[in-house]
């Protein structure tokens, strides 16, 4: 067996290498600083959960098992929901004032995700315009013409209760 790559096989083994070698060097999720890269893509920076039962959606109420979701055991932390199940994809946040926060994962200028900015009790959506939110949803810079869309929620033991109503 010949062990000699052909020039077209060589260029498709490095395009495709130097392709994928350019897109995880590019993101800064893993160092939490948002690069162009990941403005350009709008790459969310909140994970959804790692256990695929920790909510359930039903009749226009949300309910959230918090036992299981370790993305909103401390301060700052977040979760996005998205499926065909739920009307609209959210965020839900664990803001650093000690209180939950839902909202519609959309930023009100062209729809991008929103993710929580650590240290400044904001959000801020993932595109290159970046527009900001205060924890009630207000705009604090950025194109954004109106305010965020949030939920209100109710905490019963470790369920988080969300009404999309
Ligand atoms: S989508 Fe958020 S500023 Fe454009």
Redesign the pocket.
Known sequence: MSTRLSRRDFIKLTGVTGTALLLVGCSGKASGKRTLFDQLQ?VSFTDLPQIADAWHYQDGTLTLDLAKLPELASLGGAVRLEGDILPEPLLIVYGEDGQFYAFRN???????M?DPVAGTMTL????????TYDYQGNVLG???PEPLTSYPLALEGEQLIISLN
């Open positions: 709008g959309a930023c009100t200028h062209a729809g991008r929103i801020t959506c993932c595109s290159i315009s970046a527009s950025g194109p954004a």
